[in-house]
């Protein structure tokens, strides 16, 4: 304030006026401006407050870990995965037979490896608060619950519970609450900012054990997976989806188990082709 | 000064106007700032100990990147020239844990660079966020090139152009210095995930996608890394460049039998990459059809009408030294207190432009004008460009060239010159020439039966700055003029003593830069990448006639195809056909 203590000392009265008046008509624009866009009321649903669009078909593109997803590893093969012992002797044992014969050939088409498998997707909004990813291969579908989970779980896909990403922050003057209600001045001072991004978050629990790997790399049923979905938009128009998961496991994996998978946009549905699982 | 209400008032609408402004910073972009560390959840095996040679499955390789890649030694690696290579900015996700820093401007406290520092091979790399244009295309390439960032949402996108040929993978599979990046920075609260898009008209039929996770690790410890390159294997000959005949890689089908990886998607390209190749994987009998198309950008002839149109870039290499660029040769000026030092004189309808180029550098007089070759485009503005300068009082500048030269333009008395007589060095050298002018020691150096048999290099040592002539070019194959003495072997010596006398200043990039006969700036690992392609055609061409084949035979080998994208394209005076045929004779002469 020592600046504006020399500059009223050294202005003119008579601008006094025109000073204050020109102040208060800029701060009332600003904050006028800044609240109508804050203040407009909340999305009446996670479709209308989706950030971004993800519906469409994609198509896996697979230029990592080819030896892993395109062809079936060998028994034992476990590269890359921070595979704890208990892990490794579960997949030691893999035998597909007795998956077979088991039905239960969709342990490797489970939510942790589902979108590693070399396929195309379709993702729709199910209603206002569902999104809804199906694959051709191994024809699974994910269900991603923005309000309360219609799926008690247990099944290959879990129970997911989605949400747009908010960014976090500090803000000194003014804070937008995660309704989108704006406070403003002291009383907000030092308050958490919340704004979401363009990202998906989906937290998926309750999985029926099965595989990270087609060879029989297991995840417990204590599994946990995260995933945020983003989108890119190229210059030459192409869009990419690019899927972050961190998997963790506290029974089979030593540390989180985090991989991208990324694919590409389709103008069109060409190619869908609705391949059962296969545990081979 | 002493009414309250009116201190309130202001305090107040401060208060609000910096809350406005504050929330906006608050509301805005990600901070990447932190060390993170490498992830290896993915493709471990080929970022640790790396592929097979031979192995190149889900990599949308066209029919030019399988034959580079089939060509590649790894022995190559144990030439002190190859040492220090880094990793470049489209492989550095590969290995190696990051720092991330921004740089901030002290005054508006805006974001102009980030910085990303790869403890692996120490490199950091520049993303400047300040809208700055994109350098000239004649600039020097680096092996992180040159990037600009932009926020879309909450993702930084990065653009990265001027990029050094470079592997992306160490099994010979090669991104051109045409290819570019775009990358995509997504931080999702401790973790980083980078999305790579390698693009590249010459090596890859579709881009090479690729995402990479880091994990935030505040208390790493960076480590520094000196290299210093070494001859790792004794009593190699000068220029030795390991490689393999493409069609005879005894490698090629080692994953196959290691990994089992099925024989018809080992060699990779676009269609590996997709989910219907899944079927084909389990047919045996399907073969993976070759993307046969390698895009060769036509070089244009030009008139006397594009070359009024025309203008000259002028790019500063180094200290004293720049290069100026117009429809022929490149010109090399040194410029000094007491005058200008001019290396090539393309073109005569150019030279008002080109002494309106050096006016704007200098106002000094043009003294000495070399001439590298005898090539039109070398000579073309001698006359004028002397006229131009001064040497002493009113003389134009003296025109100084290897001895040659002025023997293949002039004639015996009595018959017509080939060369208009205006155009003629006035001063010749047959034995090692080195003077100090303009402050620094500048060497003449004759490289024996190169691009002709009257080529010489120029070497200024204290900007460190050679200008080599036609010997070197990062747009066309070495034109061999064999009609005026120019020799497959000399062109390869001549590379080779260029390699010799450069040093680069790390990580095999920059220090002594070089400035081609025609092409961008350089420094000695470009030198090395084009003497390498070289040195391996002539293996190959060498490798067919061995067997017997005939110059017909040797053409439709297409020996040259992995290189025909970038420097295939034809002029009106060069193409690939001739340099092959060129090698194809001098190699046959020398087995008689």
Known sequence: ?280 | MNHPSIRFLLKSGLVLLISNVCSCYVMGQVDFSGNWALLMHEDEAWRGPGPELGEYEGLPLNAAGKMRAWSWNASINTLPEHQCIPLPADDFTDFGNIRVFKEVDPATQQVIAWHEYTEWQAQERVIWMDSRPKPSELAAHTWQGFSTGKWDRNELTIQTTHLKEALFERVGTYRSDRGTLTEHWIRHGNYLTIMLIISDPVYLAKPLVRTRQYVLDPDQKMRGYDCVPTAEIANRPQGYVPDYIPWKNPFKLDAVARYKVPEVAVSGGPETMYPEFVAKLKNPNVKVPEVTETHIAPTVALSNSNLNDLSITTLRVQRNVYMLHGAGANITIQVGDASVYVVDTELAPLVPKILAAIKQITDKPIRYIINTSIDADHIGGNAELAKGGNQIGDTPAAILAYENVLNRMSAPTGKVSPVSETLWPTETYATPQMQFYNGEGIQLIHEPSAHTDGDTIVYFHGSDVISSGDIFSTETYPVIDRKNGGTFKGILQSLNHIIELSIPKGHQEGGTYIVPGHGRICDQADVVSYRDMVTMIGHRIADLLADGKTLEQVLAAQPTMDFDGRYGAPTPSWTKEMFIESVYNELKESKK
Not at chain 1, 87 to 106: F, H, N, R, S, Y
Not at chain 1, 155 to 169: D, I, M
Request: hydrophobic content about 35%; charged content about 20%; glycine content about 6%.
């Open chain 1, 1 to 280: 304030m020592t600046a504006v203590r020399l500059f009223l000392a050294n202005t003119n009265p008579k601008c006094w006026t025109r000073i204050i008046g020109l102040t208060v008509m800029l701060c009332a624009t600003v904050t006028g401006l800044h609240a109508q866009n804050e203040k407009t009321a909340p999305p009446a649903n996670a479709k209308a407050a989706a950030p971004i669009d993800f519906t469409g078909q994609w198509v896996s593109v697979v230029t990592e870990d080819w030896r892993w997803r395109m062809v079936t590893p060998s028994k034992g093969d476990f590269t890359s995965i921070p595979l704890n012992e208990a892990g490794q002797k579960i997949g030691d044992a893999w035998d597909p037979a007795k998956d077979e014969a088991a039905g239960l050939q969709c342990k490797a088409y489970a939510a942790p490896n589902i979108l590693r498998m070399p396929e195309r997707l379709r993702i729709s909004w199910a209603d206002d608060d569902t999104l809804k990813l199906e694959t051709d291969t191994g024809m699974q579908t994910r269900m991603f619950y923005f309000k309360e989970p219609k799926s008690k779980g247990s099944a290959w896909q879990g129970v997911s519970q989605a949400s747009w990403e908010l960014t976090t922050g500090y803000n000194f003057f003014s804070v937008m609450g995660v309704d989108g209600s704006v406070q403003s001045g002291r009383k907000a001072a030092g308050q958490r900012v919340r704004k979401p991004t363009s990202s998906l978050t989906v937290v998926t629990t309750n999985i029926r054990p099965g595989y990270i790997r087609k060879n029989g790399v297991p995840f417990s049923d204590k599994a946990v997976l995260t995933e945020y979905f983003d989108r890119t938009n190229e210059s030459d128009g192409d869009s990419w989806l690019v899927v972050t998961s961190i998997l963790d496991d506290p029974v089979y994996l030593n540390q989180p188990f985090v991989i991208t998978t990324h694919f590409q946009k389709q103008t069109d549905e060409t190619g869908w082709n609705p391949t059962p699982c296969s545990a081979r």
